[in-house]
């Protein structure tokens, strides 16, 4: 069985301050993909990263970046100098590969950018 | 490209009547998949088609929900009867099958159907 753990349920920053949201996994697939998604009030659900698991290079892309450790099955997520329009629900999500790409979704992590 | 798109948007029905959720997917995408995310949780998958068939319904409450995907493209998710505890946001979302080599699938999701059961 699949399981993913956000344990921080709610996070508060002041503005332009860094801010690292953090995703526990567990599978017992050797090849599995890992997600995070971005939901703002509207509801939708915005793709942001996929990493497959036998990547573990971490990534950059602007002001977001994550860092992948296969050791401690952990993929958090960090976004630098935050903005107030990065205020939404962060969900992180685990799935199989080819034939199996159902998501298993953590909780989600409510973070909100105090101006 | 247009996105996943969904209707309505906001629906509030009394317990033990019926509501039908529509979805289309992003243009060529094979994969649909219904989640439902209730309040404060993560999305849970209710069903998943690849084109008109299902791939996996496990979690699909059979004795209420039904979805159907009649000619691969579109899909409806009907609830009937509804219960309170059906209130909830349902979200379609879309992937694209590439049948050759390791190509991961991205799922991309629509802005949900509200559910209210009052």
């Known amino acids: 069985a699949q399981k993913v753990t956000q344990a921080q349920t709610e996070i508060s920053v002041v503005e332009k301050e860094d801010v690292t949201l953090d995703c526990v996994y567990e599978?017992?697939?050797?090849?599995?993909?890992l997600f995070w998604y971005k939901q703002p009030p509207s509801g939708e659900l915005v793709f942001l990263i996929r990493?497959?698991?036998?990547?573990?290079q971490n990534e950059i892309s602007g002001r977001y970046s994550w860092n992948f450790q296969k050791s401690t099955s952990s993929f958090n997520f960090t976004i630098t100098a935050s903005q107030v329009v990065d205020s939404a629900v962060y969900f992180c999500a685990l799935s199989g590969f080819f034939g199996n790409e159902k998501l298993t979704f953590g909780t989600g992590t409510r973070l909100t950018i105090i101006p | 490209e247009a996105g996943v798109a969904q209707s309505p948007r906001y629906k509030i029905i009394e317990k033990r009547q019926s509501v039908a959720f529509w979805c289309n997917p992003i243009s060529g995408h094979a994969t649909l998949y219904w989640y439902q995310q209730i309040l404060g949780q993560g999305p849970k998958l209710l069903i998943q088609?690849?084109?008109?068939?299902?791939?996996?319904d496990s979690q699909l409450p059979k004795d209420r929900f039904s979805a159907e995907r009649l000619k691969g493209v579109d899909s409806t998710l009907k609830i009937q009867p509804a219960k309170l505890e059906d209130s909830a946001v349902y979200l379609c979302?879309?992937?694209?099958?590439?049948?050759?080599?390791?190509?991961?699938?991205?799922?991309?999701f629509g802005e949900g159907s509200w559910l209210t059961v009052v």
């Open positions: 979302a879309s992937s694209f099958h590439q049948l050759t080599g390791l190509v991961g699938n991205t799922i991309y």
């Open positions: 990493r497959n698991s036998f990547d573990e």
């Open positions: 599978t017992r697939d050797t090849t599995y993909y």
């Open positions: 088609f690849q084109n008109n068939g299902v791939v996996d």
